[in-house]
């Protein structure tokens, strides 16, 4: 499936970014680059304002979400920028109550845990529950735009929603998730269809605030066997990826440790496929096929090398696609809290200046 | 490489040990199962034990060690026995001071984060610095051979090794480890040359003592990308395997998370390739090749399910791979603390029913 790219592109310098032309695997004059929160802990900019604030409230200003979401386009030539925010904020006008506890990360005060909990789950509009991030949207599309630099959008899978939403907060073997998985699949199915069509709502009404491309995180995605993933997820991710697609822009579907179910995420849907660091790009490209464009894959903890190793890392990561028209650089997961700031300056200028035509 | 079986096999009886026929690739009149850590917290008999002694007293003690290697054989119709041990014992004849502390597991009190500390390690003959472990093997082996059950002796992999010699325990993103990797390989490369001499000399060792198969467990080298797991560690798992076949008994090379490099790991050597949940038991077989038995691949959390879910999930694994000689089961992955022992036995038995000709 080759879409065409204008549709999707309203202001006409647009047509070039080479991010937007890279999801849709046209030929790109560099390849486009931006990194999985890009926007956080590491910059300075970003703690002096977490001083201040706690991230939920930055979250949920508006002109806060969009002064972090500049912050590292000011900063690094990036290809893209993805809106400030955060996978959870949906579970809480689902009637779950978040905490962000410092040092232990988030916490859901009241988790799901049986068929009458799913029951209780409200599923609101999200221009009425999410309404500060699509305002935020709007208020970043409008100091974008003179750059010619899309925005992304992004919510949290089915599934991953629902290891927060189950486990109530991070957890090493997810087993109140998958008890309820494979304990009650009723409630299972129940729970998934609910947050199927927050995660999809809230990605469409993104697209419609202004994102231009929408990115699923499937996080955690990859505890699963792939005959689990096929019966109890991947329906849930398609219908996501299927609402979030009447938008018409591109969908970017991410995982990690997904390197023995590619097939099936590739299934599921998306555009654009991200994959972590744990197997060669062309490896990955070969079982993904032709039809999809491709994001990843440089192991985070690399950027903490001295440069020339980390130089070395990114060629490597370049070279296994080169010439390939569809390949976003990224990391193979989220850029880590002490990130030297340096690195990442050299690491944008490098993938640019490496691939530049 | 069709190896013979008889040299490896003592006493008579353990010809037809389905165990032993499956790791090299012979028939057998059904699949032979065993778990990882399938002595452990998840049996009443352990944490009794456990009560009056600790992790490191019981394996310091062969007598014990050998009680807790034998609970789970007279529990179940287990197909073979692992010497009950730990994989950082090793690190304590290297000069590394090891606590296991009550809630946090395993931590390294001096770890190893410079050139200096590694050229201090030292690398002592398994004799005198693991004798409890080889006198716990010789022990066990006098009470298992009349039921013909093979024993199952066992090392952490170079790589698992040196991320708790150098993170000093568990740790999320290995800051520390990959940091050494990359930053100073020089050091690096001598951490490893060390690591791989315990490792495949601890393993030859357990052989001599009686040990009838080896597995080398590199449970955290799925966080590398194949490209450094070739450059970086590759080369230290195929010394210690070297090693550790001068015994001529099989090897079992088992990692996590290592779907996206499974060639890597089949080239790093093993006659025996342990793969986790994260892939289909036949897609995993299709990369290795038709050189080498598998084992695996069941979600150790799919034993917290009730009966029919599980034992869905065990036809699954078992349909996958039907009919080709070679397949070990076992879980993907460690069994769990409070798995329900009724679940263990139904598996066990199950897997025998199923699979019997």
Chains 1, 2 share one sequence.
Not at 325 to 352: A, M, Q, S, Y
Request: glycine letters at 8%; proline letters at 7%; charged letters at 20%.
């Amino acid at each position: 499936m080759q879409t065409d790219i204008e549709p999707t592109l309203t202001p006409d310098t647009l047509v070039n970014s080479r991010f937007l032309r890279a999801c849709h695997r046209r030929p790109v004059d560099a390849t486009p680059v931006w990194l999985m929160r890009q926007a956080g802990r590491y910059m300075t900019e970003y703690r002096e304002l977490r001083e201040k604030y706690t991230i939920l409230e930055i979250i949920k200003t508006p002109e806060l979400a969009c002064e972090v979401t500049m912050q590292p386009i000011n900063a690094f030539d990036l290809d893209a920028a993805i809106i400030f925010a955060d996978i959870l904020p949906p579970l809480e006008g689902m009637g779950l109550e978040l905490e962000f506890v410092k040092g232990e990360g988030p916490i859901i005060h009241n988790p799901v845990r049986s068929a009458a909990d799913v029951n209780s789950l409200r599923v609101p509009p999200p221009q009425e529950a999410l309404s500060f991030t699509l305002e935020a949207i709007k208020l970043t599309r409008a100091e974008l735009d003179n750059r010619s630099i899309p925005l992304i959008g992004f919510s949290g899978a089915p599934f991953t929603l629902a290891s927060y939403a189950v486990e109530g907060g991070s957890s090493k073997n997810r087993l109140h998730l998958k008890g309820l998985m494979l304990g009650d699949p009723a409630a299972w199915h129940n729970l998934m269809t609910k947050l199927s069509d927050v995660a999809g709502q809230y990605l469409l009404a993104q697209a419609q605030a202004g994102a231009q491309v929408l990115q699923l995180f499937d996080s955690w995605v990859g505890d699963l066997s792939p005959d689990d993933y096929r019966q109890f997820v991947m329906p849930y991710s398609q219908r996501a990826i299927e609402i979030a697609k009447q938008s018409g822009v591109p969908v970017i579907h991410f995982g990690t440790n997904t390197n023995g179910m590619l097939d099936l995420i590739r299934d599921a849907g998306g555009d654009i496929i991200g994959v972590d660091w744990r197997i060669r790009l062309q490896d990955a490209w070969h079982i993904l096929g032709d039809n999809v464009a491709i994001q990843g894959n440089l192991d985070p903890v690399a950027l903490f090398a001295p440069w020339d190793a980390l130089k070395e890392h990114v060629q490597l990561v370049l070279d296994s696609v080169k010439g390939r028209p569809g390949h976003i650089f990224n990391l193979g997961h989220g850029i880590l809290p002490n990130t030297p700031v340096d690195n990442v300056k050299r690491l944008v200028d490098f993938v640019h200046e490496y691939t530049s035509k």
